[in-house]
């Protein structure tokens, strides 16, 4: 509970915050005002312990001084305590009674007895929380300066050092750099255009700011007692994770600690049967969370247990143990790609494999089933390369498996052949002057859209094909072409009114990302053109 240093909860609670204030960003929808009622359940339990916890700290203080014979001084000080405890209590009640107004006011809970009926609800809590507009007669302006009292109360009470508790848009250091944002009054920036839960989730934070500090001024004014150490008369284990929920592939992080200690005990503890390391009297846990059989919120439950050993007065070993659940939350898999939907066969669709929710701990590697994978230079790079009708890609992150994702398998559309004569398409309907054709180009031009998605697997070439000269049944000329132009100066000089020249397909080609020259499958092309 010092001052100087935040405890693993108030890192937490201060984590959470920034999670709050990023949802109160976002446009509304189903998922986040769940996220909103999951941030404010998880703030509102944190903050259930914390008043459970300064409430037996006034009771541990009162045994103390009553112990070392209710010296005057440590009187005082047990009445400055209470007096927090107090002033404390009456602020939390203010904001429990603001919560329970808004919740009745939009309908109270659903029929679930879990969800609020008015979750998304803003017009009635930007009535109550603001007033109506230039009034400054909502709830929220008292909050504002009870708050702010509050914190000035401690400051003189306790000697802390408490920052101003209720900020205005251009004192907030989250709001300030937003012009639109930096004009609001603390009401306005918390309660305007917020959804009822939303709003719950803030009040939640809110709590949560006032409690620390209590505890912190608690904790000041307890080392003003006389020479008194707290008895262990009620011994229990707690557990503080830094967040019980977390996205597998990341790390689990808590510790485990007796809630009465005291600097001659030098406990020992296990962790799932391992002896960890003891640091002040905690434990610390870390471990990677894994997944699991996840429900249908994309949630699966685990469980770690552990163990705390004493000595006590007479000497002999004194174990504790505990069972602590958590949550571990099925991250997300984006994948981004020209054409994510569908790969394209034997060709190398580039992606773009993120998991949003491992932050900067995501370290990527791939398997798939029916595709060669190739990883990419970048983080989450990868290009695959389906040899199937199906494929699926596995992601792990830092050897813990993530998920998968499936893709259906499209087959390379057939390129469009193409003869050119003089660098322009020949015309076969109305035909060419026979003495003008001496060159002939044959093109193969990828689809348009494989050519959009995929431009480095679409290179298609003409590589084989036949050109005759032809008069009414009867060939005159043939040459054979190995490439995509051919000379055929010999027809002007052969060719009269009426003949045709006759062009057949023989053989495509397509060159890949890897540079490989493969074959392609087509059917058989033959061109026809009339010659005047």
């Known amino acids: 509970m010092a001052g100087g240093k935040e405890t693993p909860r108030q890192k937490m609670i201060g984590m959470m915050y920034l999670v709050l204030t990023a949802l109160l960003a976002l446009q509304v929808s189903s998922a986040i005002i769940q996220k909103f009622q999951f941030l404010d359940d998880s703030l509102m339990f944190v903050n259930g312990s914390a008043i459970e916890e300064n409430t037996g700290i006034i009771k541990s203080l009162s045994k103390a001084v009553e112990k070392a014979g209710n010296n005057p001084k440590d009187i005082e000080t047990l009445k400055k305590a209470e007096d927090v405890r107090k002033k404390t209590s009456e602020l939390i009640s203010f904001i429990q009674k603001t919560r329970d107004e808004l919740i009745s006011s939009t309908g109270g809970k659903d029929d679930d007895g879990v969800s ?21 007669k909502g709830v929220g302006y008292k909050l504002q300066k009870d708050m702010n009292e509050y914190g000035e109360y401690l400051k003189t009470t306790a000697k802390i050092e408490v920052p101003k508790l209720a900020l205005d848009g251009k004192e907030d250091p989250l709001a300030m750099k937003d012009p639109n944002q930096k004009r609001k009054d603390f009401p306005n920036l918390n309660f305007a255009e917020t959804p009822m839960v939303a709003a719950l989730a803030v009040l939640a934070q809110k709590e949560s700011q006032i409690l620390k500090y209590e505890s912190e001024a608690l904790a000041k004014i307890s080392a003003d007692l006389g020479n008194y150490k707290l008895d262990f008369d009620q011994i229990k284990v707690m557990v503080r994770p830094k967040s019980s929920v977390v996205a597998a592939g ?13 600097s001659a005990i030098v406990p020992s503890m296990k962790f799932e049967g391992r002896t960890i390391d003891v640091k002040a009297g905690m434990g610390i846990i870390s471990f990677p969370a894994t997944g699991g059989a996840y429900d249908k919120d994309g949630n699966v439950k685990k469980k ?25 939350a099925k991250p997300v898999i984006s994948v981004q790609s020209a054409s994510v939907n569908a790969l394209y066969k034997n060709c190398g669709n580039e992606l773009n494999v993120q998991v949003p929710a491992l932050g900067s701990t995501y370290s990527p590697s791939f398997a798939a089933n029916g595709a060669q994978v190739i990883n990419g230079a970048e983080k989450g790079k990868v290009t695959l390369v389906p040899t199937g009708t199906k494929v699926e890609l596995r992601v792990s992150s830092g050897g813990n498996y ?64 036949d050109c005759i000269l032809v008069r009414g049944k009867r060939p005159l000329s043939t040459k ?31 060159t890949n990302f890897l540079k490989q020259v493969e074959d392609v499958s087509m059917p058989t092309t033959i061109i026809n053109i009339p010659l005047n």
Do not use: H
């Open 116 to 136: 609020y009926k008015g979750a998304k609800e803003e017009e009635k809590v930007v009535q109550y929380m603001v007033g109506p507009e230039g009034s400054k």
């Open 304 to 328: 770690w247990s552990g163990s705390i050993t004493i000595k006590n007065k007479s000497g002999q070993d004194t174990t504790f143990t505990i069972s602590e659940e958590y949550i571990v």
């Open 480 to 510: 054979n072409f190995s490439g995509q132009i051919g000379q055929v100066p010999e027809f002007a000089g052969l060719a009269q009114a009426g003949d045709r020249i006759l062009i057949e397909v023989k053989k495509v080609n397509r």
């Open 250 to 262: 990341t790390k689990y992080e808590a510790e485990m600690f007796l809630a009465a200690s005291s």
């Open 402 to 465: 993530i998920g998968s994702q499936e893709f259906g398998v499209r087959l390379i559309p057939k390129p469009t052949i193409k003869c050119l004569i003089a660098g322009k398409e020949a015309n076969t309907k109305s035909g060419e002057v026979a003495a003008s054709v001496r060159s002939i180009q044959m093109k193969a031009d990828a689809d348009e859209s494989f050519k959009t998605f995929l431009p480095k697997d679409a290179l298609f070439s003409v590589s084989a094909w």
